[in-house]
DNA sequence: TATAAAGCATATTAAAATAATAGGAATATA
DNA sequence: TATATTCCTATTATTTTAATATGCTTTATA
């Protein structure tokens, strides 16, 4: 029951890029740099946002990637769903395909929807922009 | 972000002594012939179930396992906890151990205890109990 | 008391997932 | 044209998952 550090990583990718957002394309490299992450493995995490159209890329000299939307418009779900797949705690519930037969007298099945639904409850309510207020205020509290 | 088939199998397990709770030991081949599962892989999981006292065994021949307490006694988190580990959905909310120094300035810190919390909500609240209550409601349907 | 039925304990293993690392191709800019 | 950047794909090491396998111990009963 752990987000990998696919999920964690994009998150503070995409948190990073609100951030740091100048107007400038920011490079893999800075963010791999202030995430202390390996820059290779975010290259392989950015380009699944990227075709998904989350970041936009600029290639050659002075590129770097930008957010294509306002912050407030990615939910920490999308993002989640995105790199690590469905947040389902159980397979069964992730579509038609992983269905078991046990499902009409399965008893847990409703603990696993309501446990479902619980998740998707927080992160589908929390977006980027909430990650970069929590973040402001933590850092006001450093400068006092 | 999944539960494993320990987590799962051990809350069916559970459930099947429940249900089939007539006073004499049950053993674990009808539980595991009832469940579909490896018996053996049964016998792994229920072993830490019984060091838990979550269960009582009965050695030797008509010899076979028993809730050591009611239903309503054992929520479906103590289950999952025991056999899964910690529910956390990152492993800095685990304990003083595994705390990263990234914690005072990291933003994503607060959606991992919102998503903690809201695990723990329903895995704490829903009981053995309700999960037999459930699984008579469906069977009932079956029965019209 | 011998036997069989149960649980108990530990080792081994196959497959999959995780978490990277590596190398070079494509592309834009100066 | 040299360089800095993203893009693409392959490879790999480690860990986790999900069992399977083997043999031992306990104990009821014939």
């Known amino acids: 029951m752990k987000i990998s550090t696919k999920g ?8 990073d890029l609100a951030l740091n957002n100048t107007g400038e394309p920011i490079r893999i490299k800075d963010i791999a740099a202030r995430q202390e992450i390996s820059d290779k493995y975010l290259e392989q995490i950015i380009s699944t946002l990227n075709k998904a159209g989350f970041v936009k890329s600029i290639r050659g000299p002075q590129g770097g990637y930008r957010l294509t939307k306002e912050p407030a418009q990615y939910t920490v779900g999308m993002i989640l769903r995105l790199t690590e797949g469905s947040l389902a705690p159980v397979a069964c519930l992730e579509d ?11 008893a847990t099945l409703k603990l696993w929807q309501m446990l479902n639904t619980a998740i998707s409850d927080v992160v589908d309510h929390v977006t980027l922009a909430d990650l970069v207020e929590w973040q402001n205020e933590k850092m006001s509290n450093y400068v006092i």
């Open 96 to 106: 038609e395909v992983n269905t078991c037969e046990r499902q009409d007298t399965c």
């Open 8 to 15: 964690r990583y994009a998150l503070r990718l995409m948190l």
